[in-house]
């Protein structure tokens, strides 16, 4: 399971969600005015501050999810990068230490 692709999925359907809520925000919003509910001035700030606050939550949503992958990934023993970097070190270090022993017994 490529899961670059999973939170790429993940976020698009996040996207999509938020699309389809500004539509049907906007759909009611003119069908608050058509009714006189609220004016053409209040409607818009209403939107306004619902959109914000979708777009807030949406960046809240993208970091648990973010948070949930690493914790699974971390589940599963999946290394991080850091942690492979340390090791990568650790490989040339023994790798210099071994081919300055064999380099010893050929003297």
Do not use: C, H, Y
Not at 54 to 71: H, I, P, T, Y
Request: without cysteine; proline residues 2%; charged residues 30%.
């Amino acid at each position: 399971m490529d899961n670059n692709n999973l939170i790429q999925q993940l976020l698009m359907l996040g996207i999509g969600t938020t699309s389809l809520v500004a539509e049907k925000l906007k759909e009611v919003g003119d069908e608050w005015v058509r009714e006189g509910r609220l004016n053409p001035d209040q409607v818009n700030g209403l939107m306004s501050d619902l959109m914000q606050q979708l777009k807030s939550e949406q960046g809240n949503f993208e970091a648990q999810m973010q948070r949930q992958m690493r914790q699974v990934l971390q589940d599963l023993g999946v290394p991080r990068q850091n942690e492979m970097d340390e090791l990568r070190g650790r490989l040339d270090r023994l790798e210099r230490q071994v081919r300055d022993l064999e380099n010893k017994l050929w003297r």
